[in-house]
């Protein structure tokens, strides 16, 4: 009976030429994926390794050279009548040559942009089993891991020299390609798992897992100074991050425990800044701020002057960072404003999590519904807008209120929606006609509407699709107070 070899690689440089090699000295070749189909298409006689084990491909390819067929015929001591015998009554052939190399997993991890389910998916199982079951068998298999030894295993095969010393030394080439790629398995999965002091509070253990390396992401800021961030630091941070994505025009974001406290637009990003500061001067102490425009040395000696847990920027001038890097643990991060509308949001709960889309979507002003007898001014219309993008990352329930460039108060995560309307009108900075309320979800009853129009509202923006829909309307007609609904909720837990 002929000498059998499996071939599957990753790195298919020279496989077609050696598999021809194989053929004319009378090897039998079995092979898996692309490998056969590249092998095949070539014209070279190549059988699936299906058909050696009579088990087909399952799990996405997951499985299918884990099985007796291939193992027995690899690791059989042809020495030992027993092990021969055992073959002979599952009826297993001896398995004579492996060759393979590993999924890329270097290649794939060096994408900055890799994301944990890749690098997972790039980690071969059956390939390494087979290269250390037949490295472990080299008195009897030849295991092959580097195209650059095709030639010389084809010269000994036809010189009859593929002797014991030989595949020694090929065994010790399969050991050195298995420990470097699980070193790169480790060293990947190392750096993507961080300690923290601890969690929430300082009596819970914390560690941050990176799934992404992407420049976009928190997981992937560039940090240019400061101390290791802390567990409450990374939400804050990421809640700041993401909101102030959502802005084209320049936007300042302040953020305390998840909340926006303070949000600001303008013409340049230091009137921005000056917008968000102003919305709350007591609450942005200790706070994080995110910027969607570089930071220059005017915005920097303004951020200098209080204290700040952290700032994230696409970019600090050096200037600035000089001004900054003047407090030793005030943690500066670098990361690009561009957002990913097919990231996912996960939540652990008690005994799994949940794992939804995150809220990217939005309405257009030309969808929204005027529904009150009034219609917002011009003015009212850019404060309506700006609210509504606000309120999405609010905790529900979530009232904002906000003039053209700001917000001016922030009631959040109340049981009841009128008590969040009563929050953020008692810490409002200011309230005259051009400043808006925003719910993020629908009133079901008229008090909210009532609550805002004592306190001076002039317009509000909604969702709607309450029962009671037109009770609101009704209120907000009888206080000459314009009324927006957009279809659209945005309830963030």
Known sequence: MGKKAILSVSDKTGIVEFAKALVKEGYTLYSTGGTYRKIQEAGVTVSSVSELTQFEEIMDGRVKTLHPAV???????????????????????????VVVNLYPFKETVANPDVIEMDAIENIDIGGPTMLRAAAKNFKHVTTI????????????????????????SLMIKVFQHTFEYDRAIVQFFNQNTETLRYG????????????????????GANQLHGKQLSYNNIKDADAALNLVKKFDIPAAVAVKHMNPCGVGIGNTIEEAYQHAYEADSQSIFGGIVALNRPVTRDLAESLHEIFLE?????????????????????????????????????????????????????????????????APTDEQWNALLLGWQVVKAVKSNAIVLANDHQTVGVGAGQMNRVGSAEIAIDRAIEINDNVILASDGFFPMDDTVETAAKAGIKAIIQPGGSIKDQDSIDMANRYGIAMVTTGMRHFKH
């Open 145 to 168: 891991v580097h195209p650059s030894d095709y030639d010389e295993v084809i010269s000994r095969i036809q010189n009859n020299m593929l002797d014991e010393n030989f595949r020694k």
């Open 200 to 219: 929430e509070n300082p009596q819970q253990s914390a560690e941050f897992i990176r799934t992404s390396q992407a420049k976009n992401t928190l997981a």
């Open 310 to 374: 952290v700032i994230i920027a696409p970019e600090f001038e050096p200037e600035a960072r000089n001004i900054l890097e003047q407090k030793k643990n005030i943690r500066l991060l670098e990361i690009e404003m561009t957002e990913d509308q097919d990231e996912k949001e996960f939540v652990s709960v008690s005994g799994g999590y949940l794992v939804q889309d995150k809220d990217h979507f939005d309405v257009k002003k030309e969808d929204m519904k005027v529904v009150t007898e009034v």
């Open 71 to 97: 193992h027995g015929g690899i690791l059989a001591d042809r020495d030992k009548p027993e092990h021969l015998e055992q073959l002979k009554a599952q009826n297993i052939d001896l398995i004579d040559m």
